[in-house]
């Protein structure tokens, strides 16, 4: 079955630090990967997303790429901030089917 | 555009009560979706439905746990009785055309 599988957290870090979070993956097919971002107290949103290989999601300076040689899509920023402490979620869906996600990775920025 | 739209925000009950979430989609979104989030995990899907039927509630424990989507749109999920392991947030997420689900704030659940 399709699984995904991500680093362990929590993660902090000092602001303005490099920020890489793992993110693998297990499916059949072709499946579409994404990002999602819970603030304290609030619901999932959508951080950004890719919809077949070798595609780079980005968005609010986060980068992922999609490798399927490796099935991996791992998060990047170049320069964290404080606001950006949140719960990552890495989820995959093949089309018509059900979101699976990860368990999530805590980061922590530290002013 | 209107978000997905849930409620309540907060309830705390005790065990063996009942309780009910109500969630609203996004117009036009035939997907919909409740998902289990215990804290420090990842969400778990309860139940996904199609307009008013059903896709997958292979996860759903259907002794206590019931949902609904009257005619395609609002949907609720019913706890009856509670468990003190039920306590989680329940999240209620919905899909159109695009392969992208939106989520609701969620319903935040204390059985106590």
């Known amino acids: 079955g399709n699984s995904v599988t991500q680093m362990e957290g929590p993660v902090t870090l000092s602001e303005e630090a490099f920020l890489t979070i793992n993110c693998t993956y297990t499916a059949t097919g072709y499946p579409s990967l994404f990002w999602y971002v819970q603030y304290p107290g609030e619901g999932l949103q959508l951080l950004l997303k890719a919809t077949k290989a070798d595609d780079k999601g980005s968005n609010k300076g986060f980068e992922a790429t999609y490798r399927k040689e490796t099935t991996s899509f791992h998060l990047e920023k170049g320069s964290v901030q404080v606001s950006d402490s949140a719960v990552y979620f890495c989820a995959l869906s093949n089309y018509g089917q059900n979101f699976v996600f990860g368990p999530g990775t805590r980061l922590s920025v530290l002013p | 555009e209107a978000g997905v739209a849930q409620s309540p925000r907060y309830k705390i009950i005790e065990k063996r009560q009942s309780v009910a979430f109500w969630c609203n989609p996004i117009s036009g979104h035939a997907t919909l979706y409740w998902y289990q989030q215990i804290l420090g995990q990842g969400p778990k899907l309860l139940i996904q439905?199609?307009?008013?039927?059903?896709?997958?509630d292979s996860q759903l424990p259907k002794d206590r746990f019931s949902a609904e989507r009257l005619k395609g749109v609002d949907s609720t999920l019913k706890i009856q009785p509670a468990k003190l392991e039920d306590s989680a947030v329940y999240l209620c997420?919905?899909?159109?055309?695009?392969?992208?689900?939106?989520f609701g704030e969620g319903s935040w659940l204390t059985v106590v």
């Open positions: 997420a919905t899909k159109g055309r695009t392969n992208t689900i939106y």
């Open positions: 439905f199609q307009n008013n039927g059903v896709v997958d």
